[in-house]
């Protein structure tokens, strides 16, 4: 995959492409990913759906074997990427350009990864230090040199090939800070994700929802404020199937002072 290839923008048939990619029905796939790929308790709206999409057809990435992730931001509605380290793994082995990495780790509080291109005289080479990478996780905990291996490897991979991702921890800090941009809802991917999605999910019938009940005060002004006596009429009657006997009564009244003054 070329360095372009990776910003190609998506078109309308996005949902379309990807679900055929995977011998899917869009509607399933897009049920199945909801579900298995966003931390979050939340419903998930097609303008994130959208977003994952966008990120999993630009690197090649398949959600259904844990490659991609999203954290999602309630405040912001946002979402945030994230890539598993097989998932990383695979993009750099699949880039043209990949030469091989090596690995430098015989000292517990770091590790150096150096990452080859075959368009550079020079390599990248990126030393991660456990004091700054460690985190309160069982996995931090039980295989620190494996995480920080990682750790070195996304950031040396970061560097050689300008990847735009983050990995899970990366990605939790951003939600933590609250860095999330918001998810725009009139975005032309979304809107397509909508479209396809439409004809193939069941609709659902909404509940009429009653008018809110009409003060007394405005029957009133609609009486005194009528064009004539049979408009100011027609009112009233109206009113006799939404108002109590005691607020009829005023209405009356009102009609008569208007309408029937004593001469």
Partial sequence: MTDAALMKPPTTSLVVRFAN????????????LKATCFKTEEPVSDEQMASLLIVAEQYNLNPFTRELFA?????SGGIVPYV???????????HPQFDGM???SDDPLKCTCTMYRKDRA???????????????????????RRMLRHRAMTQ???????????????????????????V???SATAAAVRSVLAPLLPVEEQPEVEPPPRSLASWMDEVIHAANADDAALVVDEARGALQQPELAELGTAYRTKWQPQE
């Avoid at 598993?84 to 699949?94: A, K, L, T």
């Fill in 84 to 94: 598993s380290v097989d998932g990383w793994s695979r993009i750099v082995n699949e």
């Fill in 122 to 144: 020079h390599p990248i080479t990126i030393t991660e230090y456990l004091a700054e990478c460690k985190r309160g996780s069982s996995a931090w905990s039980l295989t620190p």
């Fill in 71 to 75: 954290f999602v931001d309630k405040k």
């Fill in 156 to 182: 040396a991979a970061r560097y050689a090939f300008g990847f735009a991702l983050y990995d899970e921890e990366e990605a939790r800090t951003v939600v933590q800070l609250g860095q999330v941009e918001r």
């Fill in 102 to 104: 090596d690995f430098a």
């Fill in 21 to 32: 990619r995977f011998g899917l029905e869009p509607s399933r796939m897009m049920g199945t």
């Fill in 184 to 186: 725009e809802p009139a």
